[in-house]
T-cell receptor, first 112, second 114 residues
Framework: DGGITQSPKYLFRKEGQNVTLSCEQN?????MYWYRQDPGQGLRLIYY???????QKGDIAEGYSVSREKKESFPLTVTSAQKNPTAFYLC???????????FGSGTRLTVV | AQSVTQLGSHVSVSEGALVLLRCNYS??????LFWYVQYPNQGLQLLLK??????LVKGINGFEAEFKKSETSFHLTKPSAHMSDAAEYFC????????????FGKGTRLSVIA
């Protein structure tokens, strides 16, 4: 079955450490997105990519970085510059047009 | 810029009662509108979408929503709540071309009381 896979499901980060969240899709979707979810704040866009080797900043890109070297993969790195990284991170993808997103099951990141 | 306002961060209904979750949008171009559902510690699942074909949209699990341009609303309803409907619901908007990312509301948590 086609889908979008996020790993790991839970991740713990020490202060000053960079961590990378994985997002892989086998839906042949062109566009991929990273959202951050905090209680009561809905989903906020971090980065998105509509084609390989190209990506754009979202509303809260500071302290995050991404790459899009393959159509199937859109990893998110949470850098030490992100001062409050504890959150639930959601990856999504969609094909060209406006068909709604397919979401992964999320990664919960906690700073320890 | 587009935006979504969901009225009520928490709605509580009795099992078998009508579910009404409110969503108002702001968009300078014709919008596409979506409702998603999220169960605890999971991703979001698409319930239904409005893409300018019919103003009354039927989705999964017995939910439906009506697009009202004059009221800039896209409220989600279900005639009879079930315990399994307890979840968080998000309304989202994008422009018709799909070239801009979805903008989400802050969500409404639905509780169903037995």
């Amino acid at each position: 079955d086609g889908g979008i896979t996020q790993s790991p499901k839970y991740l713990f980060r020490k202060e000053g450490q960079n961590v990378t969240l994985s997002c892989e899709q086998n839906l042949n979707h062109d566009a991929m997105y990273w959202y951050r979810q905090d209680p009561g704040q809905g989903l906020r866009l971090i980065y998105y990519s509509q084609i390989v080797n190209d990506f754009q900043k979202g509303d809260i890109a500071e302290g995050y970085s991404v790459s899009r070297e393959k159509k199937e993969s859109f990893p998110l790195t949470v850098t030490s510059a992100q001062k409050n990284p504890t959150a639930f991170y959601l990856c999504a993808s969609t094909r060209q047009g406006n068909y709604g997103y397919t979401f992964g099951s999320g990664t919960r990141l906690t700073v320890v | 810029a587009q935006s979504v306002t969901q009225l009520g961060s928490h709605v509580s209904v009795s099992e078998g009662a009508l579910v009404l979750l409110r969503c108002n949008y702001s968009s300078s171009v014709p919008p596409y509108l979506f409702w998603y559902v999220q169960y605890p510690n999971q991703g979001l699942q698409l319930l239904l979408k409005y893409t300018s074909a019919a103003t009354l949209v039927k989705g999964i699990n017995g939910f439906e929503a009506e697009f009202k341009k004059s009221e800039t609303s896209f409220h989600l309803t279900k005639p009879s709540a079930h315990m399994s409907d307890a979840a968080e619901y998000f309304c989202a908007v994008s422009e018709w071309s799909g070239n801009t990312p979805l903008v989400f509301g802050k969500g409404t948590r639905l509780s169903v009381i037995a």
